[in-house]
């Protein structure tokens, strides 16, 4: 697949306009359907079509694994920030009024940094799962690859000693 | 019969249910069994989505016309996470089957049972 | 018209999901399983929940089949043939049974006074254009309504993503050996 020119071609003008729809159904969720949860999945997917058209390495190079932990880590903590954030400045655990003088813009706020914690961690989270699963194949076909080297070898020794 | 029509949604819902659980219980390859517990899976959301339906009611995004009739969000939100929810956790099961894989060899869970069995009895083997 | 189109999306669930798991062939299992994510996702439209379906498209149709596919590469592709079992067909059939009486006891399907809408739902869209300002009523549900909820699922994916990673991210006990004898062939 790799090697086709159309799926390279077709993934290349792919790629950035599904991260920009991704950020558009993050940032426009407040006024029409989406939200945290599907632009992650969105954002997601972009970054598994570049690996799955690219190659394994090449995706992990734009995504590396120690910046995706960091990502999942940080989208967790900007929502419980965001609660703990509230609780500093006197009102209750997530009751977002508190964010702002005019309760409504803090609402606003609050539900904007919230939403953008839960995706962070949804993309980030789907991307180290394909990454994980797709590092096992290739993991396990390098590994057959090797038992095989090794059984030829061992066969090869067989008959020399013969 | 009326009640078959009006509650429609509710008998095919129980239907995809039971298609969902039979594989989950009857049939030994994992895959197959988180397949069949997806199916089971979607059925749950289709009962909570047909729930919040309203009749002429449309989806919950407010339209600034007072006289419009919105459905029911609360089920869309327990919803709407428990499907990413679901994907993260049916990865876990995925991870588990290729593990099982890698050390039995097999995904059929009567064959791992056999292997299992072989193994007890060769390491009692022995001491008895 | 709306009843015809639910009931045939519905009954068209129903038959791929009988012939998702007739299948013996493990990958026409996992596509025909990404169809019936993309018809459900379809009837959750009809259902007016654009969001679920939103989401149910881009999970179930799209990730949940790339990691199933990723698990069939590394398994055997086809099922073991076995044929029905009964047990299971029985238990199966009579929690249906059960399920059945259960059901004929809701409301109607669509009936605007069941008590699911007369009872938080109201406040939630009154108080989402008055207290919160955002007209998406799911939004303001999700994120400030039920912030506590939200919290919670995403703790739980951050906790699964965890776990898959402990199970299959890391190098197994046979890399480790072969990098060692590697290495004693190179220092021998």
């Known amino acids: 697949m790799q090697d086709d020119p159309v799926i390279r071609v077709i993934a290349k003008v792919l790629i950035p306009t599904m991260m920009l729809f991704a950020l558009y159904v993050q940032f426009h969720g407040d006024y029409g359907p989406g939200g945290g949860f599907q632009a992650g999945v969105i954002f997601a997917a972009a970054f598994i079509l570049n690996a799955t058209v690219f190659g394994f390495n090449r995706g992990r190079h734009v995504w590396p694994a120690r910046l995706n932990l960091m990502a999942i880590t940080l989208g967790v903590l900007l929502y419980g920030g965001t609660g703990v954030a509230t609780m500093v400045l006197g009102e209750n655990f997530l009751s977002y009024n508190a964010l702002s003088d005019d309760p409504i813009a803090g609402q606003h706020l609050g539900i904007l940094l919230v939403e953008f914690g839960v995706g962070l961690t949804v993309a980030a989270v789907m991307v180290a799962l394909f990454f994980a699963f797709a590092g096992r194949v290739s993991h396990v076909r390098l590994l057959n690859k090797t038992r095989a080297h090794e059984k030829a070898q061992a066969e090869a020794k067989g008959t020399a000693n013969d | ?128 | 018209m709306g009843f015809i189109i639910d009931a045939t999306l519905i009954a068209f669930l129903a038959l791929i999901a009988i012939a998702a798991l007739r299948r013996k062939q493990l990958f026409g299992m996992v596509m025909l399983s990404g169809a019936f994510s993309l018809v459900a996702a379809t009837l959750f439209v009809v259902l007016d929940a654009v969001d679920v379906a939103f989401t149910e498209a881009a999970v179930g149709a799209g990730i949940s089949t790339v990691l199933a596919l990723a698990t069939l590469s590394l398994v055997p592709a086809e099922e073991k043939p076995h044929s029905i079992a009964i047990v299971p067909a029985v238990l199966a059939l009579a929690t249906g049974l059960l399920l059945s009486v259960a059901v004929s006891d809701l409301p109607e399907f669509g009936a605007a006074d069941a008590p699911i809408h007369n009872h938080v739902a109201p406040e939630f869209i009154i108080g989402s254009e008055e207290k919160i300002g955002v007209p998406n009523v799911v939004t303001s549900v999700l994120a400030s309504y039920r912030g506590y909820d939200t919290l919670g699922e995403t703790v739980v994916v951050f906790t699964a993503a965890i776990a898959v990673l402990l199970i299959i991210g890391g190098w197994t006990r046979r890399e480790t050996e072969i990098t060692e004898s590697t290495e004693d062939d190179h220092a021998g």
Do not use: C
């Open chain 2, 1 to 128: 019969m009326t009640s078959l029509f009006a509650q429609w949604n509710y008998f095919l819902v129980i239907i995809l249910m039971m298609l969902g659980f039979y594989a989950v219980i009857a049939r030994g390859n994992m895959v197959k069994k988180m397949v069949g517990l997806n199916i089971f899976q979607t059925s749950v959301f289709m009962l909570y989505i047909s729930m919040g339906k309203v009749s002429n009611g449309t989806a919950p995004i407010l339209t600034g016309d007072s006289s419009t009739v919105y459905s029911n969000p609360l089920p869309h939100v327990l919803i709407l996470t428990a499907i990413v929810v679901g994907v993260a956790t049916t990865a876990v099961g995925y991870a588990l089957i290729i593990r099982i894989q890698e050390s039995f060899g097999t995904i059929e869970d009567d064959e791992i049972i056999e292997l299992m069995d072989d193994a007890d009895a060769a390491s009692e083997g022995p001491a008895s």
